[in-house]
């Protein structure tokens, strides 16, 4: 059954031009019965479709196609606004006048509203030949043109944002490869903000639509300081200009940086005050969800797009992207840890859930190390803790663990760099893991998006007879979340935790004595223990037990 509401929608005079455009572009008298119908006709017209010659359907489909073109007044105004110049002047002044008219009026309500967003989001996209006066008074004249403004703002945002999820991945991946694409990308980014057309139709967005405002300067703030922090050759230039046309203020000058700190300090409040609420109204669902996001045994960079925009949408709030940090994200998690639920693993910006199967491990000596096993348990893979009269080489860095109660602390005796004198062990591990290991996160992520159980870091006795390490399983485990094409994943092959018969034993001096012959770095000067003396297999703590400090996740709400 052909359609009649196209028809019924049509004037009187709309309707005679149809059939005598028909006429005129027909060789023969036309029937009825072979005029195709492309539901266009109501029904009571409905021609015989199998009567008619290919020829006479061509020539309807131009006549119908026709029938959809604007009236006479809006293809006047297109022509004008085709030809003003790139400065106002008269001529634009002569084209608001006739915008505003009666006939253009009628003109507007006779097309359909494909018709007139069309013709506005013309106008929009000419909005700067116009004076700020003639802009400012079709925007709020014109809803249509109200709402092609918004769209516009709306559509660079998610270009940024868009920008902001690619160099967040490449950052995590550590893909030099990458670099000179965003580069590119961020330059072509900076010009379209900074062209006339764009700058024009920013200033015209109204207290109406504060929303997409302040997304727009959201997401640009973030990426300024992304760019800045890169150091990219080429764009501090551009950085500026950005700066001054969107964050100066007459009489206080720019204020990005304090306008910035404080509206993502807000808004990272409120997630944890909304993520508060929801576990205290919801628990059971939010922790079913959570499951869907995060899967056992399967490490995610917590700077993941996706894990972010599932934990907003989790709770269902209208925070914006890119604006929460890790360290509130990390606080978040280990709320629903503390409220009875899951007991994520969180490692500087990755997490999982607790595998369903423990990584095999050799047997530990004593009941410290034992409890040294079960940390490194909530942590990727590191090279074998390399172990001598009770002390362990993490690296570059010597320390001594000692259970004190359930707690289990670490001692630093030697570090690169000054350091707290005592911590938890998970504290030792999460400062001392990035700095020593930088690439552990990556590969961690990468084995789980290969199928692979990350392997549990062990203790290897540097005097004790090499025995081969347990075989690692492998899981069946999904791809990861980062989206498919955004960033090829790195081909170089994971750093696998050898057997321990591959290291050579080595014998270490005592304490006191370089440890630079025996293949390690020079130590730091030694730093008062504070705990007791040190002796062959422990440590003897003459002292109460320590105040532990504990480090920073990620990034601080205000370092945004």
């Known amino acids: 059954m052909a359609c009649e509401g196209p028809w019924r929608c049509l004037g009187k005079l709309q309707r005679a031009n149809f059939w005598r455009s028909w006429l005129r572009t027909s060789t023969s008298s036309p029937c009825r019965s072979s005029i195709p119908c492309h539901g266009f006709i109501p029904s009571r017209l409905a021609p015989n479709t199998r009567t008619s010659s290919p020829s006479s359907r061509n020539r309807l489909w131009r006549v119908l196609l026709a029938l959809e073109a604007e009236p006479t007044a809006l293809s006047e105004l297109r022509r004008i606004l085709a030809a003003l110049p790139q400065m106002p002047g008269p001529s634009a002044e002569e084209f608001v006048v006739k915008l505003k008219d009666e006939q253009t ?12 967003s069309s013709f506005f989001g013309e106008v929009r996209q000419n909005l700067y030949r116009l004076s700020e006066a003639s802009q400012k008074e079709l925007v709020e004249s014109f809803t249509e043109l109200k709402a092609e403004v918004v769209k516009l703002v709306d559509s660079m945002t998610q270009e940024v944002s868009v920008w902001l999820d690619e160099e967040r991945v490449a950052s995590a991946w550590k893909n030099q490869a990458k ?17 006339a057309s764009f700058q024009a139709n920013f200033k015209q967005i109204g207290a109406g639509a504060k929303r997409a405002k302040e997304a727009f300067l959201l997401q640009m703030a973030v990426c300024l300081k992304t ?14 200009k950005m700066r001054r046309c969107f964050f100066y203020v007459e009489g206080y000058g720019e204020l990005m940086e304090d306008w910035l700190q404080s509206r993502t300090k807000q808004l990272n409040e409120e997630f944890l005050q909304r993520g508060t609420a929801v576990l205290g109204s919801n628990f059971s669902e939010v922790l079913s969800r959570l499951r869907q996001i995060f899967r056992p045994g399967r490490w995610m960079f917590l700077s993941d797009p996706r894990v972010e925009g599932d934990l907003i949408g989790l709770l269902e709030d209208s925070i914006p992207r890119h604006v929460l940090s890790i360290s509130s994200l990390t606080k978040f998690l280990e709320l629903v840890g503390s409220s009875g639920g899951e007991d994520f693993h969180i490692y500087n910006d ?18 410290t190390e034992s409890t040294l096993l079960e940390v490194l348990k909530r942590l990727p893979g590191f090279p074998p803790l390399l172990r001598t009269e009770g002390r362990y080489r993490f690296g570059r860095v010597e320390v001594v663990f000692q259970l004190t109660g359930t707690d289990l602390a670490a001692q630093v005796l030697s ?13 030792f591990f999460l ?4 700095q020593e290991f930088p690439n552990a996160a990556a590969e961690a992520v990468q084995a789980s998006d290969a199928g692979h159980l990350c392997p549990t870091t062990q203790i290897q006795d540097l005097n ?4 081969p390490l347990p075989t690692l399983p492998t899981l069946p485990l999904p791809s990861s ?23 050579p034993p080595r014998t270490v001096p005592p304490l006191g004595t370089p440890l630079q012959g025996a293949g390690f770095p020079a130590p730091m000067p030694p730093m008062a223990l504070g705990m007791g003396t040190m002796g062959g297999v422990g440590m003897a703590v003459a002292t109460p037990a320590p105040v532990f400090g504990r480090p920073k996740f990620g990034i601080d709400d205000d370092e945004i």
């Not at 670099?179 to 062209?195: G, I, K, M, Y």
């Not at 400062?431 to 990035?434: A, E, I, L, V």
């Not at 094409?485 to 290291?503: D, E, F, I, K, R």
């Open 431 to 434: 400062q001392f893991g990035p």
């Open 227 to 240: 760019v800045e922090r890169r150091d990219w050759p080429g764009l501090s230039e551009l950085s500026g």
């Open 464 to 467: 004790a007879t090499s025995l």
């Open 350 to 367: 990755i997490v999982r859930l607790p595998p369903l199967t423990s990584p095999p491990c050799l047997g530990p000596k004593d009941l």
């Open 179 to 195: 670099e000179a694409s965003l580069l590119t990308q961020a330059r072509d980014l900076f010009q379209a903000v900074l062209s």
């Open 481 to 503: 979340t980062f989206p498919t094409g955004t960033l090829p994943m790195s081909t170089s092959p994971l750093t696998a935790v050898p057997p321990l018969g591959s290291v």
């Open 105 to 116: 009026s009628q003109a507007l309500k006779a097309v359909n509203t494909r018709s007139r």
């Open 415 to 427: 570090a690169p760099q000054p350091v707290p004198e005592v911590l938890r062990a998970l504290d």
